[in-house]
């Protein structure tokens, strides 16, 4: 460990990888709004901030658990199509409060594909956030519906059905056809335009 009269223990946050202090401050003096996107292992969060000098005021949030909940989301809330959809619930929710445009606030970028289709949903609800064109990949489009999870199962359905059945286990115990994986997440999408 460092050591001497010029060493200086860095911020916890920053220790521990959370927090690029230095970025952090070049958007907080933007004085614009930030969309926060952050990922863990099973669900998304997604928050309109604006920041103020007594702290952070979250004007719009949303929460991929809200999925099942108010939405009758079927599968898990860990996956591209969930993320998605919380991005846009987050937007539409945006939009009721007047919220025109923002800037987009990543943090320290994990799981990002998730990221980026929270991302698109945001801007999918008329949210104007600042990007390049080239952030989306053509893959990425693609698999915001869920298609790859639904050729995924018919193709290990028609190959190998052993193996089909052990890797769609959970959907198949709660009696969902993960080859019909893109009804789902249209149902659901219809559910939130409707219900916000």
Same mark, same amino acid.
């Given at each position: 460990?460092?050591?001497?009269? *010029?060493?200086?223990?860095?911020?916890?946050?920053?220790?521990?990888?959370?927090?690029?202090?230095?970025?952090? #401050?070049?958007?907080?003096?933007? *004085?614009?709004?930030?969309?926060?996107?952050?990922?863990?292992?099973?669900?998304?969060?997604?928050?309109?901030?604006?920041?103020?000098?007594?702290?952070?005021?979250? #004007?719009?949030?949303?929460?991929?658990?809200?999925?099942?909940?108010?939405?009758?989301?079927?599968?898990?809330?860990?996956?591209?199509?969930?993320?998605?959809?919380?991005?846009?619930?987050?937007?539409? *929710?945006?939009?009721?409060?007047?919220?025109?445009?923002?800037?987009?606030?990543?943090?320290?970028?994990?799981?990002?594909?998730?990221?980026?289709?929270?991302?698109?949903?945001?801007?999918?609800?008329?949210?104007?956030?600042?990007?390049?064109?080239?952030?989306?990949?053509?893959? #990425?489009?693609?698999?915001?519906?869920?298609?790859?999870?639904?050729?995924?199962?018919?193709? #290990?359905?028609?190959?190998?059905?052993?193996?089909?059945?052990?890797?769609?286990?959970?959907?198949?115990?709660?009696?969902?056809?993960?080859?019909?994986?893109?009804?789902?997440?249209?149902?659901?999408?219809?559910?939130?335009?409707?219900?916000?």
């Amino acid at each position: 460990m460092a050591k001497g009269p *010029r060493y200086r223990k860095p911020l916890r946050r920053r220790a521990e990888g959370k927090t690029n202090y230095h970025r952090r #401050l070049k958007l907080i003096k933007s *004085r614009k709004l930030r969309a926060v996107i952050r990922a863990s292992e099973n669900h998304v969060i997604v928050q309109i901030i604006q920041s103020k000098m007594g702290g952070d005021k979250v #004007l719009a949030s949303a929460h991929s658990k809200e999925l099942l909940k108010d939405f009758e989301w079927e599968v898990n809330t860990g996956n591209i199509p969930a993320a998605y959809l919380t991005g846009y619930l987050a937007g539409l *929710r945006a939009k009721k409060e007047g919220i025109e445009e923002a800037i987009l606030d990543l943090g320290l970028l994990y799981h990002r594909n998730r990221v980026l289709a929270a991302f698109k949903g945001i801007l999918d609800a008329q949210i104007n956030l600042p990007h390049r064109d080239e952030f989306f990949t053509r893959s #990425l489009e693609e698999r915001i519906d869920g298609s790859h999870i639904e050729n995924y199962a018919q193709f #290990l359905k028609k190959e190998d059905s052993e193996q089909y059945e052990q890797i769609f286990s959970g959907y198949l115990k709660s009696k969902i056809n993960p080859q019909k994986f893109t009804d789902i997440f249209n149902k659901t999408l219809k559910r939130i335009e409707s219900n916000v």
